[in-house]
């Protein structure tokens, strides 16, 4: 037992299966949903999801759905494809959380240190949209090719902004170590150094998740589900996680570029992962709320719009945000 | 431009936001409160069967083909020809009351019940014989608490309790 406990307790394990990986994305993934209809329910003046335990005001409703998603049987229709039907979700899954493997806990705790830690989590971050293209495609289905199809439109308008503004932050603590770069911010944080960074990647994380105002690959009212409407049981109850999670993953790479990370914490706490992981947590975490109230206030764009604002709005403002960490590493001479 | 619409998006989330902490529902909580409904409220139909001509003027007006005329058979025995009497078909009502504005001697009248189930689809069909029993009564799990929809100003539907 002892002995188990330290296996686990080891950051190369620690940070895959526990936090920030797959336990805590996966108990994240309960509550978030939940809390994404109470909220929008709360706007709209209605109660949201109430009945499943109602003394918490519903809270274990996720619980319930999940029990459903398991039992129901996942119909796959003849004329898919069957392979890639069947692999594409554990892939977009595997894919959406792969990324939490490089993400730091403490300055002392993580799975493994890197110079480009920063661009390992953005890279594996681009591989979930190529499923749910193929999900698209293996699906048969015309709804899911044009939900297939969104997606790709809608990648090619976030990465490359959302990128940008990511790495001018790494011009501006000139590393992309991400241990490096939260133990920078020790005094200011990066959202008041460069809020312009800030508010693109902040667009652009909730673009990249299909999130409310770009929930376009899925568009309920327009493609029935998008990529997804031949997926039944838990095939759907992957693939519908996969986004939750995606935007996880990456809130907690935003909570880590401009808000400090698990600064401030006193330095005598800074070896022992628990406080330093549940300040990373608790940021990340009003990111993720943040997100889930955009649904209940914004109708869907239309794909152009959210094309022209990726293109003609965003990508102008991570340039401008790359100007504006060189001019401030002028100034203040050095990174 | 861009600054307009900027201050609109904040507006927006402004609004939101606002909405999100003010704490007010529009709900009505159903089994537990039941709302009570106004005089004139178009619910199920009761049948009077002594005052009834059987004129027929009902099942004529009715535009849903809901109200139909059946022949009654006790009656037809007694009197040696095929008496008709109104039944109707809750399958097909539309809750116009067209049938009750119709009826020259008032023998159909609306009463405040909608909130009846039937287990099948035969059930909802009232014949005369039926139809002159009345209506179901509504099951409760437990005593519902009598509410009144009032318009606010502020808040826009609250729910008052009645006695």
Redesign the interface.
Same mark, same amino acid.
């Given at each position: 037992m002892q002995d188990l406990l330290s296996v686990i307790m080891e950051p190369y394990v620690f940070v895959p299966l526990i936090f920030p990986g797959i336990t805590v994305a996966f108990l994240l993934l309960l509550v978030i949903i939940w809390l994404e209809r109470k909220?929008a329910a709360? %706007?709209?003046?209605? *109660?949201g999801p109430l009945y499943v335990l109602k003394p918490l005001g519903g809270a274990i409703q996720m619980v319930a759905d999940l029990l459903r998603y398991l039992f129901q049987e996942p119909i796959i229709p003849k004329t898919v494809d069957k392979l890639a039907f069947i692999m594409t979700p554990a892939l977009l899954f595997g894919a959406a959380y792969l990324p939490t493997i490089a993400i730091p806990v403490s300055p002392t705790f993580y799975a493994f240190r890197n110079d480009l830690s920063l661009l390992i989590v953005l890279a594996l971050s681009t591989l979930a949209p190529i499923f749910t293209v193929v999900m698209g495609w293996a699906s048969n289905n015309k709804f899911s090719l044009i939900g297939g199809v969104r997606e790709g439109y809608i990648v090619v308008s976030y990465e490359i902004p959302m990128f940008l503004s990511a790495l001018s932050m790494a011009v501006l603590y000139g590393s992309l170590d991400l241990v490096e770069i939260a133990e920078a911010q020790k005094g200011i944080w990066g959202i008041f150094l460069n809020p312009v960074a800030a508010i693109t990647m902040l667009v652009l994380m909730y673009m990249s998740t299909s999130k409310f105002p770009f929930e376009i690959p899925e568009a309920e009212s327009e493609i029935v589900a998008g990529a997804y409407t031949e997926y039944s049981g838990i095939l759907y109850g992957l693939v519908m996680g996969a986004s939750y999670v995606k935007l996880y993953v990456l809130s907690l790479v935003f909570a880590i570029l401009f808000l400090g990370g698990w600064n401030p914490i006193p330095g005598f706490m800074a070896n022992d992962p628990l406080l330093p992981g549940v300040l990373l947590f608790i940021k990340a975490f009003i990111i993720i709320v943040i997100g889930a109230?955009l649904r209940? %206030? *914004?109708p869907r764009f239309r794909i152009d719009q959210a094309m022209d604002l990726g293109w003609k709005?965003m990508l102008p403002l991570s340039i401008i945000s790359i100007f504006i960490s060189l001019v401030e590493i002028m100034i203040m001479g050095g990174a | 431009m861009a600054v307009e619409r900027t201050i609109r998006h904040i507006k927006a989330l402004a609004t939101g936001a606002k909405y999100m902490l003010g704490g007010h529902r529009l709900t009505l909580m159903y089994p537990d409160d039941i709302q009570e409904f106004p005089d004139g409220y178009r619910g199920m139909i009761e049948y009077d069967w002594d005052t009834c001509i059987k004129c027929g003027l009902c099942a004529m007006v009715c535009p849903a083909d809901a109200m139909k005329m059946y022949v009654s058979k006790e009656e037809s025995e007694e009197g040696k020809r095929p008496v008709r009497r109104p039944g109707i078909n809750y399958t097909r009502c539309i809750f116009c009351g067209f049938c009750v504005d119709i009826c020259p001697t008032n023998s159909l009248k609306f009463t405040k019940v909608h909130d009846v189930a039937f287990y099948t689809f035969e059930e909802q069909i009232y014949p005369p014989e039926k139809f002159r029993e009345g209506i179901p009564k509504p099951q409760y799990d437990k005593e519902p608490r009598k509410v009144r929809a009032v318009l606010d100003e502020k808040r826009g539907i609250r729910y008052e309790p009645v006695e």
């Open positions: 909220i709360k %706007v709209q003046l209605r *109660y109230f209940a %206030v *914004y709005t | -």
